[in-house]
């Protein structure tokens, strides 16, 4: 499968910036896989980056480290909230690409959060 992202799917980390109402943007660095032709996101469902994907699905996302500093080439995306199924193929996908620490990290949020605490962001190519 072709990938719309280019190399920025083998990065560790990716810089998720989306846009608050006013249009100022809010980069976070986060967790990600590739499925297919998109990346998709792992978060808490009420975190603020949620809520703006919701309401606004122009995203650009950038290789990062996990402190979120960035480098590369910043690509445009948009964003689409799943809903529990598309979300549990989510968290299993970064179970996959992170190993144990995925593993644990999704299992644990599950037992803390329970699974509708969690949920998946989808990003396609813009």
Known sequence: ???GFGDLAKAQ???LTTFKK???????PVWFAQD???LVVWSETNAWKVKRARRNPDVLVQKCDMRGKTT????KGS?????EQASERVRQLIMKK??????????????????NGTIGIAIAPA
Not at 22 to 28: E, I
Not at 72 to 75: D, I, R, S, T
Not at 100 to 114: E, Q
Request: hydrophobic share 35%; net charge positive.
């Open 79 to 83: 964003a689409e909230v799943l809903d």
């Open 98 to 115: 992170y190993g144990i620490i995925g593993l644990l990290t999704v299992k644990f949020s599950t037992l803390r959060r329970g699974k």
């Open 36 to 38: 297919g032709e998109k």
């Open 13 to 15: 980390y990716i810089s």
């Open 72 to 75: 590369g080439e910043v690509a």
């Open 1 to 3: 499968m072709t990938n």
């Open 22 to 28: 006013d249009g100022t943007p809010r980069a976070t």
